[in-house]
């Protein structure tokens, strides 16, 4: 393809030999992390095609940067990976997606990164793929079961054990060990298949769309005219700045930290957690011309009428799994396995409702006393790496029948990361809260 610089970010869903097998003149680059785009110059006529790109290792590849090289005239395509996610986000901004993955993200079909996130190993040996991605595992069941090597019901089960699992646990080891032994040979089937490549979903997309650049020639792109203006900033940017302000001398408070504040120490929060979810559910639902349960039993592949695979009991606390029905069940895994399933952000909404609480000062000032006891601690207390201050706050959640998955998920968490970014802030004050308690009760 002459006359034209393309440049292919990409790691462990294609190799780089792969890449220049289709597109011999390409410049391969590593999966796309935050600033990578805007680290080099592009000009009219450049071609950059986004397939993979880093979830957790690093920052994101930002949505401002893409739209900043729109403006500077390059074409910018995604596929497979991150890219078939950005450019189902950023298709009204000029920006082209390709491929089925991304046909799934932007008819939202699919809804959350971790369908295309996977671990991987070093660039030295090629980014091997250590997990396996759930878009792939949905596609090799859909095959599995139209040439009836994959069972229908053994790859509903297989779809939901593996969802439930965080995408760095999605390893072909974890998921059997989250199934009953009845599924794993349908598993051994699908590591088969998708190893080989043959349902390999993100693998076929990606050569897809690079055969549709390599066939393209010299032929130029139709221009690219974006329907939403460029504003320079992303929605969660625009979150923090519009509800950030200087509460003291330097010191600074966005309507995010007092959510932090409520969720970590206000007990009814919980509740009001799970209602706003629920409601944004049905809002999701109803646009889809389902019911919350019949949409949230689709999205889990399950059936209210069958039995809760083991492994998705530990979303509940033997309250719950003792009284709730079948149905119910499913909502709620739904609402706690949240940002699993969905790209929608919950925040504004709870925040609306924090906002018309009584309480909202109470949580206000406690984020001030929080500042106020890390500034008088320093430097006598060091603050631990955040996974750490989440596991020594999940004490303040512990009792009998429920789970730390339990609790974290009632507050929006999805994991030790998320508590723990949030704990930080507050550690110094938690340890002089239970210092004051320790004190009161030995009087």
Same mark, same amino acid.
């Given at each position: 393809?002459?006359? %034209?610089?393309? +440049?292919?970010? *990409?790691?462990?869903?294609?190799?780089? $030999?792969?890449?220049? &097998? @289709?597109?011999?003149?390409?410049?391969?680059?590593?999966?796309a992390?935050?600033g990578?785009?805007?680290?080099?110059r592009?000009?009219?006529?450049?071609?950059?095609?986004?397939?993979?790109g880093?979830?957790?290792?690093?920052?994101?590849?930002?949505h401002k940067?893409?739209?900043?090289?729109?403006?500077?005239g390059?074409?910018?395509?995604?596929?497979?990976?991150?890219?078939?996610?950005?450019?189902?986000?950023?298709?009204?901004?000029g920006?082209r997606?390709t491929?089925?993955?991304?046909?799934m993200?932007?008819?939202?079909?699919?809804?959350?990164?971790?369908?295309?996130?996977?671990l991987?190993?070093?660039?030295?040996m090629?980014?091997?793929?250590?997990?396996?991605?759930?878009?792939?595992?949905?596609?090799?069941?859909?095959?599995?079961?139209? %040439?009836?090597? +994959?069972?229908? *019901?053994?790859?509903?089960?297989?779809? $939901?054990?593996?969802? &439930? @699992?965080?995408?760095?646990?999605?390893?072909?080891?974890?998921?059997?060990?989250?199934?009953?032994?009845r599924?794993?040979?349908a598993?051994?089937?699908?590591?088969?298949?998708?190893g080989?490549?043959?349902?390999?979903l993100?693998r076929?997309?990606?050569?897809?769309?690079?055969?549709?650049?390599?066939?393209?020639?010299?032929v130029?792109?139709?221009p690219?005219?974006?329907?939403?203006?460029?504003?320079?900033?992303?929605?969660?940017?625009?979150?923090?700045?519009?509800?950030?302000?200087?509460y003291?001398?330097?010191?600074?408070?966005?309507d995010?930290?007092?959510l932090?504040?409520?969720?970590?120490?206000?007990?009814?929060?919980p509740?009001?957690?799970?209602s706003?979810?629920?409601?944004?559910?049905?809002?999701?639902?109803?646009?889809?011309?389902?019911?919350?349960?019949?949409? *949230?039993?689709?999205k889990?592949?399950?059936?209210a009428?069958?039995? @809760?695979?083991?492994?998705?009991?530990r979303?509940?606390?033997e309250?719950?799994?003792?009284?709730?029905?079948?149905?119910?069940?499913?909502r709620?895994?739904?609402?706690?396995?949240?940002?699993?399933?969905?790209?929608?952000?919950?925040?504004?909404?709870?925040?609306?409702?924090?906002?018309?609480?009584?309480?909202?000062?109470?949580?206000r000032?406690?984020?001030?006393?929080?500042?106020?006891?890390?500034?008088?601690a320093?430097?006598?207390?060091?603050?631990?790496?955040?996974?750490?201050?989440?596991?020594?706050?999940?004490?303040h959640?512990?009792?009998?029948?429920?789970?730390?998955?339990?609790?974290?998920?009632r507050?929006?968490f999805?994991?030790?990361?998320?508590?723990?970014?949030?704990?930080?802030?507050?550690?110094?004050?938690?340890?002089?809260?239970?210092?004051e308690?320790?004190?009161?009760?030995?009087?």
């Open positions: 393809m002459s006359g %034209t610089r393309v +440049v292919v970010y *990409a790691g462990p869903t294609i190799s780089a $030999a792969d890449v220049h &097998a @289709l597109l011999p003149e390409a410049e391969v680059r590593p999966p992390g935050r990578d785009l805007l680290a080099d592009w000009q009219p006529g450049d071609v950059v095609v986004v397939i993979d880093y979830f957790r290792e690093r920052r994101s590849v930002g940067e893409i739209l900043q090289v729109l403006t500077e390059a074409e910018v395509i995604g596929a497979a990976s991150m890219g078939a996610l950005r450019a189902a986000e950023l298709g009204p901004c920006m997606g491929g089925a993955v991304h046909e993200y932007a008819s939202g079909e699919i809804d959350g990164d971790d369908e295309v996130g996977v991987h190993g070093p660039a030295e090629g980014y091997p793929a250590q997990t396996v991605a759930l878009v792939n595992l949905r596609y090799g069941c859909e095959e599995g079961a139209e %040439t009836d090597l +994959v069972p229908m *019901a053994a790859g509903r089960r297989i779809v $939901a054990a593996a969802a &439930a @699992l965080p995408f760095t646990h999605r390893g072909w080891k974890d998921i059997e060990r989250a199934l009953e032994e599924d794993h040979d598993l051994r089937t699908l590591e088969e298949m998708i080989s490549g043959v349902w390999d993100k076929l997309d990606a050569v897809s769309a690079l055969r549709e650049i390599a066939d393209r020639g010299t130029p792109a139709a690219v005219t974006a329907d939403v203006p460029f504003t320079g900033i992303s929605r969660a940017q625009s979150l923090v700045r519009r509800t950030r302000r200087e003291a001398p330097g010191r600074w408070m966005s995010l930290d007092v932090d504040a409520a969720r970590l120490f206000d007990d009814g929060y509740a009001l957690h799970e706003v979810s629920n409601a944004l559910l049905e809002e999701l639902s109803g646009a889809r011309g389902a019911t919350l349960e019949e949409y *949230a039993a689709a889990l592949g399950l059936d009428g069958s039995p @809760l695979p083991d492994p998705l009991t979303w509940f606390t309250g719950e799994l003792a009284q709730l029905t079948g149905a119910d069940r499913i709620l895994l739904m609402v706690r396995v949240w940002p699993v399933w969905q790209s929608v952000d919950w925040r504004p909404a709870v925040l609306e409702r924090l906002r018309e609480s009584a309480r909202w000062e109470e949580w000032e406690l984020v001030a006393r929080a500042d106020e006891a890390t500034e008088a320093r430097p006598r207390l060091v603050v631990p790496p955040p996974a750490m201050c989440a596991k020594l706050f999940l004490r959640w512990q009792r009998r029948g429920t789970s730390p998955d339990v609790e974290m998920a507050r929006g999805s994991g030790l990361d998320g508590l723990g970014g949030a704990v930080t802030r507050f550690f110094a004050y938690d340890i002089r809260r239970g210092r308690r320790g004190s009161s009760a030995a009087r």
